[in-house]
């Protein structure tokens, strides 16, 4: 039943009431200080979570009856874009750890969500449902000015920028299988990057660009394994009994924080070092 749910959640379209019980999505900040994440149970009700590394302290960023979810660091570690849908519909919102507030972003047609800051700060990357299935459009935070990257006939998801900002890998499906793409904004040439008849999802390349860390399912159990881009091989993985979900590596990429689920199928975060 398990993998019935997470395959439900991260290919058939983004819904978290599909999560079971857990935390999600981990997000470590660019200054290595803090991950966020969000969470659902133990009187959270999909909120905005951060962790302190260093203390060990827990604080609860949002609290309301919203979809609170989706969450990237500014490059600054300063403040957090994320989703949620506290006005009736999905939009992109900003959190100021400075004064502890949120707000508005943008306000877009259609289910936005995924937002992803880029490595210079100057646009935030994210899908929406403002066409039918999702698409990766870029947000130009100076200008305000949106425009569409992908045509893609199946939906897109999990987008994640290369370490240069010069093009974003994410994941669509190819007949039965997910896949990772990359599209390079300059002309907005798209390129499949992976093969083989198993899922891949949520691809985060490491600082040199050479290896993407993939969160795989193989024969139904996902697992977090790195592919070679030169190689294109699958050269190191996590693993573990249990399903391992969309990894965030630290800034020094000594250590990678992801969910794992548990023998009553919820998720908690997992720090492990990288190998």
């Known amino acids: 039943m398990r993998t019935v749910i997470l395959v ?3 290919l058939c379209g983004f819904n978290v009431l599909a999560q079971p019980i857990g935390e999600y999505s981990p997000a470590w900040s660019p200054d290595g200080k803090m991950i966020a994440y969000h969470k659902n149970g133990e009187g959270y009700q999909w909120d905005l979570v951060i962790l302190t590394i260093e ?3 827990v604080k609860r960023l949002t ?3 919203a979809y609170d979810t989706d969450v990237s660091w500014s490059p600054d570690s300063k403040a957090i874009v994320f989703r949620s849908d506290r006005n009736g519909d999905s939009e992109l919102y900003l959190y100021d750890l400075e004064t502890e507030q949120s707000r508005l972003l943008l306000s877009h047609p259609g289910v936005d969500m995924h937002p992803i800051w880029s490595p ?3 646009h935030i990357a994210f899908l929406s ?3 039918g299935v999702s698409q990766l459009y870029l947000l130009e935070l100076k200008s305000k000015s949106v425009q569409k990257l992908t045509t893609m006939k199946q939906s897109v998801f999990h987008p994640s920028w290369s370490p240069d900002g010069l093009s974003i890998y994410f994941d669509s499906k190819v007949g039965q299988f997910g896949q990772i793409f990359n599209i390079r904004l300059k002309d907005k040439q798209v390129t499949q990057v992976t093969k083989g008849q198993f899922n891949k999802i949520a691809a985060k390349p490491t600082k040199d660009g050479k290896t993407l860390w ?3 399912n193989r024969q139904g159990q996902w697992d977090i ?3 070679s881009l030169a190689q294109k091989t699958w050269v190191a993985k996590f693993a573990s009994d249990y399903h391992e979900m969309k990894l965030s590596l630290s800034p020094g990429e000594t250590k990678g924080v992801f969910s794992q689920s548990n023998e009553r199928g ?3 975060l997992v720090v492990k070092a990288v190998k």
Do not use: H, L
């Open 266 to 268: 919820e998720f908690n």
């Open 129 to 131: 449902r403002a066409e």
């Open 214 to 216: 993939v969160t795989v």
């Open 225 to 227: 394994e790195a592919y």
């Open 8 to 10: 439900i959640f991260v």
């Open 120 to 122: 210079n700060g100057e």
């Open 55 to 57: 203390s060990g302290e």
């Open 63 to 65: 609290q309301s009856p």
